[in-house]
């Protein structure tokens, strides 16, 4: 699959490299282009929660190869720094990095509860084409929400695929909920640590426990709880 | 060779008209992942069955070989009532409990009884009564990966004391037989009474508190509460 996807690209390497060179001695006859094979696709996450803003998104289009995580294994440092401090800046370096990855971005900023971020996408689009994306719920230690490897190669132009997201736990960081260890507004403290304090592997979260439920080292209180789903993430291809 | 066309195109044509349900698919991987952060699975029970027949139904009242698996973990009742471990019928292919992030899997064959619909159980510890469920999914008749997300339900059948008895377990014995992390405390005074819905029901999760040696509950709220869903279940048909 890896391979073939490999040939295809370098197939449209050298159609494209050729067309380049006909264009190049182009001395008048009509050489047809063929029509652009770029998809767009649009990507609208809504916060669901009711006092957790979310984190300024991390966004990835891949192919097979490539997985931001995956439940029972140790999160990647990306993934850490991302659901510690709501950083998504070595995450989508990480999957910059993979040879299955096509295309990176950022969303516009920090989500409220109750709003939308936007995010679109141009890619020369295979059936397996995967949409990755990642967001911090940040009144937590480290919990994000997001969808790991959607497949999106399938869909036709003004089709739509709608998850509602799950919260994660990257198991980096002990669910402490003391004011120091929150990057949201409700603690004001540090995001990322170095150091891994918990299990070490993502796991489906289980909620905050906060001071209003008995415990009394927790900064948040029973505003920041949350269940499932978190978010409601809509992917459309609009070309 | 010739007849084998003429069969494909008939088997076409029937499926063109509408006339026929594609059979659903003879050769399942089932493959069973612990999605939550604390809670441990005990042995699974995976079977294929026909659509008359339910390991559990929310809303319904546990059978008594359900109740062995909620408050028990132990599978030996409902095996029994599917006529015991066969192609179709699989028990614990963990061999043992399933920790936190742990995947299963398991081999579904139903050539020989035709049987259509997917079930699924185990205990959740520590729980009085809780368990992951899967209620008669019915088999996919096209080949292909199916991804689905299970609940922890509660069998409405003992008070969610949350109070660790490790002295054993029969149905109808209070307490929780087990807290496989080792994590489990003592001297709770018990959280919950009788459940007001004594039918098979969504879990509402547990309580838990800090204190180890007192408190209302033998649980931790910091380990022991989850969300749902609790299982993803991959299922791939051939």
């Known amino acids: 699959m890896k391979g073939r996807t490999r040939i295809q690209s370098m197939g449209v390497a050298i159609m494209l490299s050729a067309l380049v060179a006909l264009n190049g001695c182009d001395s008048g006859d009509d050489v047809v282009m063929p029509p652009a094979q770029e998809a767009t ?4 996450i809504t916060n669901l929660t009711g006092s957790q803003p979310l984190s300024p998104l991390g966004a ?26 709501g950083d998504p800046a070595v995450f989508l370096a990480e999957a910059a990095g993979n040879a299955d990855v096509l295309v990176t971005g950022t969303g516009g900023g920090i989500i409220g509860p109750g709003a939308t971020d936007n995010v679109e996408f141009t890619t020369v689009p295979t059936q397996g084409l995967r949409l990755t994306c990642a967001t911090m719920l940040v009144n937590t230690n480290d919990a994000f929400t997001g969808i790991s490897g959607l497949i999106i190669g399938d869909l036709a132009v ?3 695929k709608r998850i509602y997201a799950l919260p994660y736990d990257a198991g980096t960081e002990g669910n402490t909920e003391t004011a120091s260890t929150i990057p949201g507004p409700a603690g004001g403290g540090e995001g990322y640590i170095a150091e891994r304090l918990d299990r070490d592997f993502v796991s489906v979260h289980s909620g905050v426990v906060t001071r209003d439920d008995g415990l009394v080292t927790s900064v948040l209180d029973e505003s920041h709880r949350f269940l499932s789903p978190v978010a409601e993430i809509v992917v459309t291809r609009i070309r | ?9 008939f088997v076409s044509a029937l499926f063109c008209f509408g006339l026929a349900v594609p059979l659903p698919a003879a050769q399942l991987t089932v493959a069973v992942t612990n999605l939550t952060n604390g809670i441990y699975f005990t042995p699974l029970l995976i ?3 026909d659509n008359a027949t339910h390991l559990f139904q929310g809303g319904a009242p546990a059978t008594a070989n359900l109740r062995l698996v909620a408050e028990c973990g132990d599978l030996s009742g409902l095996v029994s009532d599917l006529g015991g471990e066969d192609a179709d ?11 936190p992030g742990a995947t299963a899997v398991a081999g579904i064959d139903t050539t020989s009884t035709g049987n259509t619909r997917l079930s699924l159980a185990a205990m959740l510890l520590p729980t009085n009564d809780g368990f992951v469920g899967l209620d008669s999914l019915e088999i996919p008749g096209t080949p292909g990966t199916y991804v689905f997300y299970l609940n922890g339900y509660d069998a409405g059948t003992e008070a969610n004391s949350e109070l660790l008895d490790t002295s054993g377990c029969s149905p109808g014995m209070p307490g929780i037989p087990a807290a496989p992390g080792g994590d489990g405390g003592t001297g709770g005074s018990g959280v919950a009474s009788a459940d007001s819905n004594t039918a098979v029901h969504v879990h509402r999760g547990t309580l838990g508190d800090t204190d180890p040696a007192a408190g209302t509950s033998d649980l931790d709220s910091r380990i022991h509460r989850w969300l749902n869903p609790v299982a993803r279940v991959v299922v791939t048909a051939q």
């Open chain 2, 89 to 99: 019928t699989v028990a614990d292919p963990a061999g043992g409990v399933l920790a």
């Open chain 1, 158 to 160: 003004g089709e739509r």
């Open chain 2, 1 to 9: 060779m010739k007849r084998r066309i003429v069969t494909g195109w």
């Open chain 2, 47 to 49: 079977t294929a069955h």
């Open chain 1, 41 to 44: 696709y649009a990507v609208a």
């Open chain 1, 60 to 85: 990835v289009v891949h192919n097979s190869g490539y997985a931001g995580w995956e439940i029972g294994i140790s999160a990647s440092s990306g993934l850490e720094r991302l659901a510690e401090g």
